[in-house]
């Protein structure tokens, strides 16, 4: 069974950047692609971005698109999310995510719980204040 450990999260203040890691136990044609999702206290679960190993293909979320980057270490078989000019409004409890292609990232939907992700990390805490 494939396991997604994510690591960086925490309590920082508006304005500054983070970053932060998801490494995978093995990889399989079901983590061929890996990305981000993050949810807010209250709110639906969103996509934030995604990539391939490769690193050639990568997708973010419109609204962020400007502040993240997403990028692979394959000798460390880890995904990082680097965001930049925190606010409060990224506060949100961060996961990491495996499938084997992009679609499930893009093209997937809170409503059906983005059901054709292969697997999902515990997630990890961002908590910016203002």
């Known amino acids: 069974q494939v396991q997604l450990t994510e690591t960086g999260g925490g309590l920082v203040q508006a304005g500054v950047s983070l970053k932060l890691s998801c490494v995978t136990s093995?990889?399989?044609?079901?983590?061929?692609?890996m990305g981000w999702f993050r949810q807010a206290p209250g709110k639906e679960r969103e996509f934030v971005a995604v990539?391939?190993?490769?690193?050639?293909?990568?997708y973010y979320a419109d609204s962020l698109k400007s502040r993240i980057t997403i990028s692979v270490d394959n000798a460390k078989n880890t995904v990082y999310l680097q965001m930049n000019i925190l606010r409060p409004e990224d506060t949100a409890t961060y996961y990491c995510?495996?499938?084997?292609?992009?679609?499930?990232?893009?093209?997937?939907?809170?409503?059906?719980?983005?059901?054709?992700?292969?697997?999902w990390g515990k997630g990890t805490l961002v908590i910016v204040s203002g």
């Open positions: 990539t391939r190993w490769s690193g050639l293909t990568t």
């Open positions: 093995e990889r399989t044609f079901r983590t061929l692609a």
């Open positions: 995510a495996a499938a084997s292609s992009v679609a499930p990232f893009t093209q997937g939907s809170s409503a059906q719980g983005y059901s054709a992700i292969d697997y």
